[in-house]
């Protein structure tokens, strides 16, 4: 019964982690048809104007997926854990 109370409980966070993957998609095929359509402009070879555009499109998918990450699951911070046990992670700003 416990295990039925934290996923209903955590619903709220996976719709809104949900809808931001949804935001994403268009965002990256926004991304994608601004740079392609930017770069069609220049004198760049074709791979390479596809190459950017790909970049684009992943950069923008990498952003989305991270924050939707954030927000499905907020505590699952690896870095508090090693702060913790004494260790600077990379910054002293991260052991909060």
């Known amino acids: 019964m416990d295990i039925a109370r934290s996923a209903v409980a955590l619903l709220p966070q996976l719709l809104i982690s949900l809808a931001i993957l949804i935001i994403t998609y268009g965002l990256a095929k926004l991304a994608k048809h601004t740079v392609k359509s930017i770069l069609h402009r ?55």
């Open 42 to 96: 220049t004198t760049l070879r074709k791979s390479l104007v596809e190459l950017l555009v790909l970049f684009a499109s992943l950069t923008t998918w990498l952003v989305g997926i991270m924050i939707s990450a954030i927000i499905a699951f907020p505590g699952a911070y690896p870095h508090k854990d090693a702060c913790r046990a004494g260790h600077r992670v990379c910054c002293d700003w991260l052991c909060v």
